[in-house]
T-cell receptor
Framework: DTEVTQTPKHLVMGMTNKKSLKCEQH?????MYWYKQKAKKPPELMFV???????INESVPSRFSPECPNSSLLNLHLHALQPEDSALYLC????????????FGDGTRLSIL | KQEVTQIPAALSVPEGENLVLNCSFT??????LQWFRQDPGKGLTSLLL?????REQTSGRLNASLDKSSGRSTLYIAASQPGDSATYLC?????????????FGKGTKLTVNP
């Protein structure tokens, strides 16, 4: 079991749907991250939140919208996704955004029809 | 631009063998290097983190070394077991635009045969 919990584990959605991915941690970490991982590829950073403020956006398309309502919760809102957005979406957290070890959740497997 | 390379891409060994996984990076301006394990369909599990000022870290049967000047790290696994079968990723921590990010290698897929 991981200390970073992601829900749902699997998600299938059409290109016109709106859905959200959720990530939660209760380790008191103040930095949280979203990564996208395609099959047989390494994770690619999407967004970083530090103390609930967005600190990195890796030029991610606006159809992905992150939200950090509090220090324990990170959401990724999805709208009008494309088939190429199908991937494993990983959430991670670290004590601070200062080169601390990152702890990963098990991810949400997203399929776009 | 920082690039991380892992060799070999895949490795198959018999149980009990000692093995070494290699990671190289192009820019020595890193803050730390982290080794992860990923099982199929799962997230990443952190194995070892070496700060830029350190030369090695050990945890059980795992030993990771770092030579920042030459841009290399190795992960040594002693007495391998079938349960060690997974993809092993290395990642370096760098700054970008005043913030920290990890740059990952493509991983080494390890299979330990009983």
């Amino acid at each position: 079991d991981t200390e970073v919990t992601q829900t749902p584990k699997h998600l299938v959605m059409g290109m016109t749907n709106k859905k959200s991915l959720k990530c939660e941690q209760h380790m008191g970490h103040r930095a949280m991250y979203w990564y996208k991982q395609k099959a047989k590829k390494p994770p690619e950073l999407m967004f970083v939140y530090s103390y609930e403020k967005l600190s990195i956006n890796e030029s991610v398309p606006s159809r992905f919208s992150p939200e950090c309502p509090n220090s324990s919760l990170l959401n990724l809102h999805l709208h009008a996704l494309q088939p190429e957005d199908s991937a494993l979406y990983l959430c991670a957290s670290s004590l601070r955004q200062a080169f601390q070890p990152q702890h990963f959740g098990d991810g949400t497997r997203l399929s776009i029809l | 631009k920082q690039e991380v390379t892992q060799i070999p891409a895949a490795l198959s060994v018999p149980e009990g063998e000692n093995l070494v996984l290699n990671c190289s990076f192009t820019d020595s301006a890193i803050y730390n290097l982290q080794w992860f394990r990923q099982d199929p369909g799962k997230g990443l599990t952190s194995l070892l983190l070496i700060q830029s000022s350190q030369r090695e870290q050990t945890s059980g049967r795992l030993n990771a070394s770092l030579d920042k000047s030459s841009g290399r790290s190795t992960l040594y696994i002693a007495a391998s077991q079938p349960g060690d079968s997974a993809t092993y990723l290395c990642a370096v921590a760098i700054t970008q635009g005043g913030s920290e990010k990890l740059v990952f290698g493509k991983g080494t897929k390890l299979t330990v045969n009983p």
